[in-house]
Nanobody, 123 residues
Framework: HVQLVESGGGSVQSGGSLRLSCEASRITYSPGCMAWFRQAAGQEREGVATLYTGDGTTSYADSVKGRFTISQDSARSTVYLQMDRLKPNDTAVYYC????????????????WGQGTQVTVSS
């Protein structure tokens, strides 16, 4: 089955940058949607950004628009999340997810998930 491995999390001061990576393996369908979600302590998992691999269409949550950028490599096996001008309320565990259809903002629409990577932003 599909495997997703995230990396790139860590601790940074407010205003700093991090780049998350999600390497996907054993994907047998194309195109599909690769997405980033995040979950802060005690809160629901929320969508951050999506990318439809068919045509590269992206979407972002209002809270990160203009600061975060989702992209994929040429082989379409790795998706990145460049996070700039980070804020303390960006602190969360960030998850990569995929589905074999058009993108959805609903976390329940995604079939496969990575293990998550912690991002901590201090003020």
């Amino acid at each position: 089955h599909v495997q997703l491995v995230e990396s790139g999390g860590g601790s940074v001061q407010s205003g700093g940058s991090l780049r998350l990576s999600c390497e996907a393996s054993r994907i047998t369908y194309s195109p599909g949607c690769m997405a980033w979600f995040r979950q802060a302590a005690g809160q629901e998992r929320e969508g951050v950004a999506t990318l439809y691999t068919g045509d590269g269409t992206t979407s972002y949550a209002d809270s990160v628009k203009g600061r975060f950028t989702i992209s994929q490599d040429s082989a379409r096996s790795t998706v990145y999340l460049q996070m700039d001008r980070l804020k303390p309320n960006d602190t969360a565990v960030y998850y990569c997810a995929v589905r074999d259809a058009f993108c959805s903002p609903n976390k329940d629409a995604y079939t496969y998930w990575g293990q998550g990577t912690q991002v901590t932003v201090s003020s």
